[in-house]
């Protein structure tokens, strides 16, 4: 495939970074967008000279668009993301892929039919530090591995449209909405995750689910995993740890008072006890750029233009999404019983189900 592929993105919230993917790579160009607000098709005109629309079945109905991002809030992302799949389009639907486990199924199904590629928005996996951790596991630097820990300290959501990322009813929860980062980092590294606990609470009245919430994992290897999040920071940092049979690795992406901050240090295990102490002699700082979270977006979108071009497999494929929103399910349900979760999980929770609106609710109305 050598032609120019158009391209359009449905959501101008974070499908800013998506419209910027596109218009960039040498092999796409950005045709058309599509969003409910009139000053982001007026952002979109000015700055890409796109066609703009507020139904984005004018889109779907383009024969000159060959891949669709959908950047809508989350309890859209099945229906619009299946209506592209069988209009011909490959899709990149952003995290997280979509709110119950049957949307999931439903979504790769379409795409196999229509024979077009699903990727799903877990851009992490592009940025220097993950790819680093995720490269070095792979060679076996660290050994097995044995622990994982993610910490993510952020400020709270910025205000949406509706509001509709302050409840359950669009977003899902705290985890499925932003801890899926996490999740699929944790799970790229140590492999699929058999046992779920959570905790989490809040003190913001106006979001209708936790904000601070811990997850602990068991995977099948027999690892162990500790995902914590919290809105209620400040920005913010994400800082990891991962443990191996050989060797362990600390890293810290963000903003600190005094700058940003991107560091990522391995440690061998000594047998000696008094060589392991000597840290001067046994650290191995690695050299990382700087985290920027729309670079990485962009970076991870054109990684599924290649992806269409070269005919390969995206790198997040929607049954890897899938996994993700399982954990993240299992995680909600554990914080409703109080109970560890074993997965897999056979459907979507529906003390979880059936709080979620449908895929039409006017929540430009909530305002």
Request: charged share 25%; proline share 4%.
């Amino acid at each position: 495939m050598s032609r120019v592929l158009g391209a359009a993105v449905i959501g101008l919230g974070i499908g800013k970074a998506h419209c910027e993917a596109y218009a960039s790579h040498p092999n796409t160009k950005l045709l058309a967008v599509a969003d409910l607000l009139d000053d982001r098709l007026s952002w979109a005109r000015d700055k890409y000279h796109v066609d703009t629309y507020k139904d984005y079945q004018k889109i779907l109905q383009r024969d000159d668009i060959d891949i669709v991002s959908v950047c809508t809030p989350d309890f859209t992302h099945a229906k619009i993301t299946i209506e592209a799949l069988e209009a011909g389009k490959h899709v990149m639907v952003e995290k997280p892929m979509a709110l119950t486990l049957e949307d999931c199924d439903r979504m790769i199904e379409a795409a196999r039919k229509a024979s077009r590629k699903l990727s799903v928005d877990h851009c992490l996996r592009v940025g220097a530090m993950y790819a680093t951790i995720k490269r070095y596991i792979e060679e076996g630097l660290l050994g097995d591995v044995s622990n994982i820990a993610i910490f993510h300290w952020r400020g709270t959501f910025l205000v949406k449209p509706g509001r509709w990322i302050q409840k359950r009813k669009f977003a899902g929860s705290m985890t499925i909405q932003e801890m899926c980062h996490s999740i699929d980092m944790i799970r790229w590294w140590a492999g699929d995750v058999s046992e779920v606990y959570a905790t989490g609470n809040g003190v913001r009245a106006d979001f209708d689910y936790e904000q601070t919430v811990f997850i602990n994992l068991k995977f099948k290897n027999n690892a162990l995993g500790l995902v914590s999040h919290t809105m209620l920071g400040f920005p913010g940092r994400w800082t990891v740890w991962v443990i191996g049979t050989k060797a362990s690795i600390y890293g810290e992406v963000g903003r600190t008072s005094t700058g940003p901050i991107s560091e990522l240090i391995m440690k061998e295990h000594k047998e000696d006890l008094a060589e392991d102490h000597e840290y001067d002699k046994i650290l191995k700082p690695i050299r990382l750029e700087k985290f920027v979270e729309a670079n990485v977006i962009v970076r991870h979108v054109q990684t599924f233009i290649d992806s269409i071009i070269q005919d390969t497999r995206p790198l997040v494929t929607g049954e890897e999404g899938r996994k993700v929103v399982e954990i993240c399910l299992a995680a909600d349900l554990s914080m409703h019983t109080g109970d560890k979760v074993k997965l897999p999980l056979t459907e979507t929770p529906r003390i979880i189900a059936d709080n979620i609106a449908p895929p039409d609710y006017p929540y430009l109305q909530e305002e």
